[in-house]
């Protein structure tokens, strides 16, 4: 069984996230003052990895597949990899497959994979 903190935690995620669901269905980002802005972005006139993901999240929701991957392509194309991790988190003491790709997944060489995916990304995009 899992243990109770993991599934309160969990229960806490889904609620946050079906919150923002609604929020993002909603509002658009471009019109709306209620979304912040990136002081990277406005500081230096450059983007970080994350702008546009307010964007590409409300697209996502609105099935515009292809505005979303406009906004923030590195967001899009890691929702999968972020999936797949959430559940064998979740599921990781409980079965031996998940226990074996969370560790895939979270291992110090991921990490730096995704950190020098994130670095390439930063500069491909401000070219």
Partial sequence: MLEKKKIVFFCLV???????????????????????????KLITGYECPGCGSQ?????????????????NALLVFSIPYIIILFFAELLESKYRFFKRIYKTLF??????????IIIFWWIFRNL
């Fill in 14 to 40: 889904i609620t946050i996230l079906a919150v923002l669901v609604v929020i993002y269905t909603k509002s658009n980002p471009d019109d709306s003052h209620f979304f912040p802005k990136c002081p990277f």
């Fill in 55 to 71: 964007r590409a999240v409300h697209h996502l929701l609105n099935m515009k597949i292809g505005s979303a991957i406009q906004a």
């Fill in 107 to 116: 291992n110090p060489k991921a990490i730096w994979v995704i950190f020098g």
